[in-house]
């Protein structure tokens, strides 16, 4: 399955979203508004596409798109360790060895346009309360069970890391 257009142009509206909520904080994640960021115009040049299928496009995607704007909306602490477990492992569709530590095995930079198009949708829902970092953890949790990624009975608990 390919990632349309219109999930691509979803995806942008959510960013824009959050960059509007965050921006009346004084906090911009990087401006939507202008069209003339390198980050914006990257992902403007992906909806000239027809879909993104090549890992190449999935890698900017995520680069350029996703990560930066998780990584700048997310507070730094254990809440963000626990939302970049989560979004890894529906990219992966594989949690580590021992949850919290080990090696997983994949790459989650090259993931599917399917796996893509999941991601973009939790994000596009999470885009209507921002600041609800709880609520973007349980929607990665929901589909990594549902997608049989981690056992029904996983709570965000177990993906804290552990005291050293």
Known sequence: MNINKKKIEE???SAETITQHFSKKNE????LQKNETKETT??????DEKSIQDPEKSYNLFYQGIQPLLLNAI???DIRKVILELKTILLTGKEKKYITYGRRGRDSRMSKSQ???????????WSK????????INLFLE???SLGYIPEHRTPNEYLPKPR
């Not at 911009?28 to 401006?31: E, H």
């Not at 990257?42 to 909806?47: A, D, S, T």
Request: no cysteine.
């Open 11 to 13: 995806l942008i509206e």
């Open 28 to 31: 911009i994640l990087f401006d």
């Open 42 to 47: 990257k992902l403007y040049e992906l909806l």
């Open 75 to 77: 507070p730094q602490g």
């Open 115 to 125: 796996t893509m198009e999941n991601l973009s949708e939790i994000i596009s829902e």
């Open 129 to 136: 309360t921002p600041d609800d970092y709880f609520k973007l």
């Open 143 to 145: 589909k990594n069970k």
